[in-house]
């Protein structure tokens, strides 16, 4: 246990990542999926945290809820080193219910034959010491929060539709009384409209709980309408990490501007391009070796300084970004041509590292 | 990079029996033309296609676009033949080529399939045999579509994996679908689906399930191959910014119905159909600042459900008393641009995008 510094509370992170890695399989099959991992979450906070499949973005999800242990580092959750707890202190760690976890696809992640009041319901009873009545009554209050009417309370999920069914997954959360949701991947089962109600949900969750929030996706556009703070993933390693604002605004590292200027959009007038941040044929070789950075083998600016690894370093404030060119990249690229000259195919596909 | 991937005309013309034949096909040199296609599921019961009409040019993507149950997927595998069971087309007729295939046999079909129309969906893992080899479920499709010889089609494979932008495809040719990430799976069912080169595409959904920098390679892929083979593409997807980015028409479709149609630019620029215009204020705008998110109030009518007058009354926000009566047609409101709405002609309407 850490004790809690005699700063204002409201200062502290609510979670604490120190140098975390994590890696998963053993033996010859071990594969590192997390290096270096450093964040910190703060009461009430929106984050966003994006990246490509195999990023690394769901490990570092069941890190922190404590369903993988870190190889390295340690994770502090409201002042307690939860990833130092083992057997019975874990167990009481987790029925606290402080953390919780919202699922991608709610039609698999809630079980089919129970009705919404028992998938609701089903995490205070076991977490036990509530009455009959007090389960009700919060299974009540949840459901309302997340805007459900009680008339669905004898459905099961195959009765409801998507949207309805992502705001159960959230309700049975919230009905634990967390401090911090994890959402992985809440909205990508949904279409726009529901989509949008489901953040509009968590941004007001947030707002009217002083909710932490950290909601995994890789739709940038409608992240930034409603989260405070950005994180970027890339194989693993985080490359930059800021209020959304400035990083949307104008990001330091190549790969988040990859993916503003890949993310779908009604206009077509995008400061970058996508053709002028990737790689093609006429760049040149990045630099090979374990040591190089993550992002080098796709990154058209590659230069000999990459062939190590960039540490996080402040751009302004508390906006962080692992970049050896994030000064000179930016003009490069507004160099480039924005469209392929004739059609090509030259761009390296992204493989994810292999499952372990 | 290929350049000529027509084959000698004895080995095109094995394949085909309906011989519509390579050129400018009858029927105002329409590939497909749907006229008035109704689609009934649960074998009769419900009406989920209700008098859909559209066509699709050589050399032209047009987008499909609505929320879950619209009807645009349905009408999709109308136009391919492969309804799912207990579905039937009541009325209308699909035209191809200027050949009437609503009534083919399913042997008529099979040799229509691949040949003139290449599909690709979803999910390409569930497509696949994920313990054959990528490229002898290629080489099949050319050995038995095409006639050509084991080594011919390992060849012709290797160059068609090529062309969708596989890297060293003569070793993805010899990988099994779980080797492959989402995005390279894509492009093999793409290389499967353009094997024979096909007159029209059909991609249902295609890139909904990929990474958001995947998806715009994917979808650049598209327009390259259209822009290569003059081939015409009918893209199906829930999100506006999708079917935006590529398309040159674009069909929108609420309940089974087309609600409004027109070039791309005009729909995006002056939308004069309410759900149109609520489908844009929902799809992600490429916005990337702390806004507010808006949702389309209600839900959908159930697939089928009969409804006097307009089927988006309910949730419409301008909704008149004239919009609950009788069926409403569509009305003309610029160069093929129909609306079906009876207060398109009112001014309010015009440019309120414009002004946002």
Not at chain 1, 114 to 133: F, S
């Amino acid at each position: 246990m850490t004790a809690a510094p005699a700063t204002a509370a409201a200062s502290e992170p609510l979670l604490e990542i120190e140098s975390v890695d994590v890696a998963l399989g053993r033996g010859w099959r071990a594969a590192t999926i997390l290096r270096g991992i450093d964040l910190r979450i703060w009461p009430g906070e929106l984050v966003g945290l994006v990246g490509e499949t195999g990023s690394g973005k769901t490990t570092l999800a069941r890190t922190v809820t404590g369903l993988i242990r870190p190889s390295r580092g340690r994770v502090v959750f409201g002042g307690t080193v939860i990833s130092a707890l083992r057997g019975g202190a874990r167990r009481a760690e987790r029925r606290r219910g402080h953390l919780q976890l919202v699922f991608q696809d709610p039609l698999r992640s809630l079980d089919p034959d129970m009705t919404v009041a028992g998938i609701v319901a089903e995490g205070l009873k076991i977490r036990g010491g509530l009455g009959q009545e007090e389960i009700s009554r919060r299974v009540l209050a949840a459901l309302e929060k997340v805007g459900l009417d009680a008339t669905l309370l004898s459905r099961t999920p195959g009765q409801i539709s998507g949207g309805q069914r992502q705001r159960v997954s959230i309700a049975r959360a919230l009905a634990a009384g967390p401090r911090l949701l994890l959402c992985d991947e809440p909205v990508s089962a949904l279409d726009a409209s529901n989509r949008n109600h489901v953040l509009r949900l968590l941004a007001e969750l947030r707002d009217s709980l002083g909710l932490s929030i950290v909601i995994i996706s890789h739709d940038l556009s409608s992240l930034a309408g409603i989260a405070d703070r950005v994180i970027v993933l890339y194989r693993g390693r985080i490359v930059e990490d800021g209020p959304v604002g400035q990083v949307f605004a104008a990001p330091r590292h190549p790969y988040t501007a990859l993916l503003m200027a890949s993310a779908p959009s009604v206009q077509h007038d995008r400061p970058l391009t996508a053709h002028q941040l990737r790689r093609t044929r006429a760049d040149p070789e990045p630099p090979p070796g374990p040591d190089a950075c993550v992002f080098a083998p796709r990154c058209p600016f590659a230069i000999d300084a990459c062939a190590t690894q960039p540490a996080l370093e402040p751009v302004s404030g508390r906006w962080v970004a692992a970049c050896h060119r994030r000064d000179d990249w930016p003009g490069l690229a507004r160099d480039r041509a924005p469209a392929p000259g004739r059609p090509d195919s030259d761009h390296p596909e992204a493989v994810p590292p292999p499952a372990p | 990079m290929i350049d000529d991937l027509s084959l000698p005309p004895d080995i095109a013309g094995r394949t085909v029996d309906a011989k519509p034949g390579p050129g400018p096909a009858p029927g105002g040199g329409e590939v497909l033309r749907l006229d008035d296609l109704r689609v009934s599921v649960h074998d009769g019961a419900a009406l989920a296609v209700r008098g859909v009409s559209l066509s699709v040019r050589p050399g032209e993507i047009v987008g499909l676009v609505g929320e879950s149950g619209s009807g645009k997927t349905l009408t999709c595998r109308a136009a391919l033949g492969v309804l799912p069971p207990g579905c039937a087309v009541d009325d209308g007729t699909i035209t191809f080529a200027g050949v009437d295939v609503t009534n083919l046999s399913r042997r008529g079909w099979e040799s229509v399939h691949g040949s003139q129309i290449g599909a690709v969906f979803q999910d390409p893992a569930s497509y696949l045999n994920p313990s054959i080899t990528v490229g002898s479920q290629l080489a099949e499709v050319l050995r038995v579509k095409r006639g050509l010889r084991r080594r011919a089609a390992q060849a012709r494979a290797i160059e068609l994996f090529e062309a969708v932008g596989l890297h060293q495809p003569d070793r993805v040719f010899h990988q099994i679908p779980a080797e492959l990430s989402g995005g390279m799976l894509q492009r093999v069912m793409i290389a499967i689906a353009i094997s024979c080169d096909p007159q029209l595409l059909i991609a249902d959904e295609a890139t909904t399930a990929l990474d958001v920098t995947i998806q715009a390679e994917v979808l650049e892929l598209v327009r390259q191959l259209r822009d290569q083979r003059d081939m015409a593409v009918l893209l199906v997807s829930h999100d506006l910014a999708v079917i935006t980015e590529i398309c040159q028409r674009i069909v929108v479709f609420y309940a089974g119905e087309i609600v409004e149609s027109g070039p791309a630019r005009e729909i995006i620029e002056r939308p004069r159909h309410p759900y149109t215009q609520a489908l844009l204020r929902v799809a992600s705008v490429g916005d990337f600042r702390r806004r507010e998110l808006e949702v389309i109030a209600g839900q959908p009518p159930e697939v089928g459900a009969e409804i006097s007058g307009c089927r988006f009354a309910e949730r419409c926000p301008v909704a008149a008393a004239g919009c609950r009566d009788g069926s409403i047609a569509p009305v003309t409101v610029g160069d093929q641009h129909q609306v079906r709405c009876v207060r398109a002609h009112e001014a309010r309407y015009a440019g309120e995008l414009a002004a946002r």
